[in-house]
């Protein structure tokens, strides 16, 4: 009987404290499948926490609406009704299908939220996650298409059966942006939000310190392979360490490649990680840039305040040129011999 090992790491970026500053008003939460943390400066105690309830109502809402696991939810009913008829849907869920869709022709296809019936088949989310045949991968193939999402005002159908959408590569990071637009709206000015490795932080840690960003070293999860600091800025990593399984002393991870329904291996990545405005845009390209590999960096250098480091199963690391030049940038690199 074959072995499942099943890792799911809560966050690929980390925030750094140092013991000299000053203390903050934390809270987690387990939402939209990972653990979610929201922190802030603490001036006025109950503005803090009536802040950060509704930020964290804010998410659950989104979720509500956006998770294929809720049968209730928009997404869910979306998906229920393939082939059929058009459902009307609520303006955000309309905005994040477009969104959605901009990214998949940007990236050709690497990044395609109908890659559903895909993800269905190999179980990430369950306790015995499976290995699926040849078969049933090529069927599921068949069904992945971004084109084949039919939009209109207020509505939106999946134009075949079968058909099914997941919106965890976006609409994580478009729940993100949700909140922190909410503590912005209750006068909170320094915070940050981490939903899984999907963050974004606002104003600054203290009067003359940012916020510090660590990111995950993708095979050795107590070790940071990097940092820098962060302001006004979103940041998302997709990585193979993330979630996934191992059978027969192979590793599959929940990165698929829409393409081929299968985890994403032809580019050799690791890790992937992007800086931009939105934590939408950046949750949806890194999923984008894991798939297409260190020469996407090209068509990211193009777009206006993003950034990308991408590292590969060499330990090889590639950057656009802005992502070296972010304020307290620091790189480690793999030690020798930690490969693999």
Not at 12 to 27: K, N
Not at 47 to 68: G, M, P, Q, T, Y
Not at 184 to 193: L, N, P, R, T, V
Request: neutral net charge; charged residues 25%.
């Amino acid at each position: 009987m074959t072995r499942f090992l099943l890792t799911i790491a809560l966050s690929a970026v980390l925030l750094i404290s140092c013991s000299q500053e000053e203390p903050l008003a934390r809270r987690t939460q387990i939402l939209m499948g990972t653990l979610v943390e929201i922190a802030l400066k603490q001036s006025d105690a109950e503005k803090s926490r009536h802040a950060v309830d509704l930020a964290f109502d804010e998410i659950k809402r989104i979720e509500n609406l956006f998770s294929s696991y809720l049968p209730d939810s928009e997404i869910s009913r979306l998906n229920r009704n393939a082939g059929e008829g058009w459902e009307t849907l609520s303006s955000e869920t309309i905005e994040v299908l477009k969104r959605a869709q901009y990214w998949s022709e940007w990236s050709q296809g690497a990044f395609d939220i109908t890659v559903g019936p895909a993800v269905a088949l190999w179980k990430f989310d369950d306790d015995q996650p499976t290995l699926p045949s040849s078969e049933q991968i090529d069927l599921a193939v068949g069904l992945i298409n971004y084109r084949d999402i039919q939009i209109k005002e207020g509505q939106a159908r999946l134009a075949r059966k079968g058909m099914s959408v997941q919106l965890g590569a976006i609409g994580k990071g478009y729940a993100v942006d949700r909140a922190i637009k909410i503590l912005q709206e209750e006068g909170i000015s320094d915070a940050f939000i981490n939903a899984g490795g999907d963050l974004k932080s606002i104003g600054m840690r203290s009067p003359e310190v940012a916020w510090k960003i660590g990111l995950q070293h993708p095979r050795y999860p107590d070790k940071m392979i990097g940092a820098f600091s962060l302001s006004k800025r979103a940041i998302a990593t997709s990585g193979d360490y993330q979630k996934y399984f191992i059978q027969g002393g192979q590793r599959y991870h929940h990165i698929l490649n829409p393409k081929t329904g299968r985890p994403a291996e032809e580019s050799g990545v690791i890790s992937a990680t992007v800086l931009a405005n939105s934590v939408m845009d950046a949750d949806a390209l890194a999923t984008a840039l894991f798939v297409m590999g260190p020469q996407a960096l090209e068509k990211i250098r193009l777009l206006d305040n993003t950034e990308a480091m991408v590292i590969l199963k060499s330990g090889k690391t590639f950057f656009t040129p802005g992502f070296q030049t972010q304020p307290g940038f620091i790189y480690r690199g793999f030690e020798p011999g930690m490969i693999g």
